[in-house]
Structures are given as structure tokens and as C-alpha cells.
């Protein structure tokens, strides 16, 4: 990730990307404050808003359905599903 360093106070023109002198953090310079572009300009300025990377994954997901009926002619008939999925990459 890289988000957004929150810079208090005022800049001058030029500074964090901003065209006009004023408040250093605002939504116009975002991608300049940003943890990545900080910390190297010269590769951060290809990038934009980074959400998240990563090189793998897990995940898991089960689920159970069940049903039950009961007819008119005194008989039951019970239904049961379940699926198990894994994924690891």
C-alpha cells in the first residue's frame, strides 16, 4: 500500500506538486504525498493510487444447506448440500 502522508500547515508553489502557494495537504496533490513517492520520486512518479500488493493469497469458504419437508402422505425427504472450497496461491 501506499497511502497518504498527511503534511500540516502551508507550502509554497512547487512544493509537493502544488501549483499556488497554500495548504500542503489537500486533494490536489495526493499522489505526492504518498508514503511511495516520498521516499523515491523519480520511480513514485509512474504510479498512482496503489491499493494493495501482493503475491499471494489465501482463502476459504464453506457452506451447508439443509432441508427438510414433510408431504401429505406422511413421508419426509431431507436434502443436504455442502461445499468446501480452499485456495491457496
Request: proline share 4%; with cysteine; charged share 10%.
Amino acid at each position: 500500500m501506499s497511502p497518504v502522508v498527511y503534511i500540516p500547515g502551508n507550502c509554497v508553489a512547487g512544493q509537493y506538486g502544488l501549483t499556488a502557494a497554500g495548504p500542503c495537504s489537500n486533494t490536489s496533490n495526493v499522489n505526492f504525498r504518498r508514503r511511495l513517492y516520498l521516499a523515491d520520486p523519480a520511480k513514485a512518479q509512474y504510479y498512482a493510487a496503489v491499493t494493495s500488493f501482493g503475491d499471494g493469497g489465501n482463502a476459504n469458504y464453506n457452506a451447508l444447506l439443509l432441508s427438510v419437508q414433510h408431504r401429505f402422505t406422511k413421508n419426509y425427504t431431507l436434502s443436504a448440500n455442502h461445499t468446501w472450497s480452499h485456495c491457496l496461491t
